[in-house]
């Protein structure tokens, strides 16, 4: 999916890129706040366990970037959907 016109067109006027590059990079944003928040904490457990932190801190540490991060929305159904709205 091609990123919005519009704003390809604005990244790369406030920055110099090329409209191509503008477009690479907002690619690349999006691709990176897409990922569900279920990979994003196997793989920060796994990246932090390499470099030998413990469960306890790594815990606690995820819990404080998530609370910094955009992360994809999971996939609601159309009943889950209803339920937030009416209850």
Excluded: C
């Excluded at 990123?3 to 604005?10: A, F, H």
């Excluded at 990244?11 to 110099?16: D, E, I, K």
């Excluded at 819990?63 to 009943?79: H, M």
Aim: proline residues 6%.
């Amino acid at each position: 999916m091609a990123p919005d016109r519009e704003l390809v067109e604005r990244v790369a006027a406030s920055t110099g890129l090329s409209p191509a590059e503008a477009a690479r990079v907002i690619e690349d944003v999006l691709a990176f706040a897409a990922e569900p928040v279920e990979d994003y904490v196997r793989r920060r457990h796994t990246e932090l366990k390499t470099y030998g932190a413990r469960n306890p801190e790594i815990f606690a540490r995820i819990a404080s970037e998530l609370a910094d991060r955009v992360v994809a929305a999971p996939r609601l159904t159309e009943r889950q959907i209803r339920r937030l709205i009416y209850t």
